[in-house]
């Protein structure tokens, strides 16, 4: 019992690891649509969330099957709980990926974003995609400092989320309200992003050492 | 068992239901604290979130006690998960709440809101509050009918957006960016907190007609 147990819950690590690649792809494709205004890859992204939210469905339904036949206690128990929350988390990841896409699509064939903070935008754009990337290993791995890793990388997400937001507000701003808040609305999506995938990990932490961080 | 089962989740559903309340609460207190510049209601906010949190991690404990202890399957185990679902929700409701009292506090000892989207604010919060009250009492009851009535307000919810939206951008708008920004926030943050209060109603609904909502 125990065996089939872990065979199934593996299988649904496996399901939550491959969304977050997915997630990592879709951030990656809506970031490039954003950055070059790109409208088919845009739609694309926001095409492909489907994908996303109907393989989360299946694997919701797994992970009940799971709680139903094998009624597992403790620390099995509170895996497959967290692989319910896990596969929340990837949902509302690829939901953000297309809001970013979404943005892009609005201002095509105009840019969204202006040359001055383009690179910001960029390294956002590749720090989501590296940390769902880090997610992915994390679920498969159970490794926690491994997981641990992924609060040094969404502090870099933080820092760069604050630092767009001063050039955004300060008086040398000179590409107007539209932009501002577009911008203002992206760099939040990337930090939600961040988030989403830290707390995949910090699940891992607190099952491998019972020590709980921030949520 | 059976009773026993039912006993525990309907204990589940009222403390789900008490956190409703409290998220209402915090929104209210959130938007007189934002619309009135009032730093003391805006900090006792952020405070009292830490209850909303704490008390949703008894709750969780309580819902894995039951998956634990009573092993439910089916609909009764659709039922405890849902809660677990609901749980979350709550907190990230109370969460959003906490943003709009910090947005407040920022911009203290200014009003972030400018008179000229005061009533749309207000409109908003007053919205915010109904829906959680509304979500309160689709718990209980279980009533999918009375679910299907928060959507319909958060219809109202996003149509204000909309409007603020277009206000924000137009322009004539002659409040800058940073009080751009700031309502662009605040209006993101209603809507994120409604949309929760929805996703709630919306599992009552799956779970007495099996009819799945957007989610």
Same mark, same amino acid.
């Given at each position: ?77 509170? *895996? ?7 596969? @929340?988390? %990837?949902?509302? +990841? /690829?939901?953000? $990926?297309?809001? #970013? =896409? ?7 064939? *105009? ?7 383009? @690179?910001? %935008?960029?390294? +956002? /754009?590749?720090? $989501?995609?590296? #940390? =769902? ?18 609060? %040094? ?29 577009? %911008? ?32």
């Amino acid at each position: 019992m125990r065996n089939v147990f872990h065979a199934q819950l593996d299988a649904l690590s496996g399901g939550i690891a491959d969304l977050c690649d997915r997630t990592g792809s879709a951030m990656n494709d809506a970031t490039c649509a954003l950055l070059q205004a790109d409208v088919h890859a845009a739609e694309e992204v926001i095409e492909w969330h489907h994908d996303i939210t109907y393989l989360s469905g299946l694997l919701e339904g797994d992970a009940l099957t799971i709680l139903a036949r094998q009624a597992p206690v403790a620390g099995d128990l509170r *895996a497959v709980v967290s692989a319910l929350k896990d596969l @929340a988390d %990837v949902r509302r +990841m /690829g939901a953000l $990926a297309t809001h #970013i =896409a979404r943005i892009g699509r609005l201002r095509h064939p *105009a840019k969204a974003v202006p040359d001055e903070v383009e @690179a910001y %935008v960029a390294e +956002m /754009g590749r720090i $989501a995609v590296q #940390i =769902a990337g880090d997610a992915k290993s994390v679920v498969l791995s159970r490794d926690p400092e491994r997981a641990a890793q992924l609060g %040094v990388d969404d502090e870099a997400m933080d820092e760069l989320h604050r630092q767009l937001f001063s050039r955004v507000l300060s008086p040398t701003w000179a590409h107007g309200t539209v932009t501002a808040v577009d %911008v203002t609305l992206l760099s939040r999506y990337f930090e939600r992003f961040a988030d989403h995938a830290v707390d995949i990990a910090n699940r891992v932490i607190y099952q491998a050492t019972g020590a709980r961080q921030r949520e």
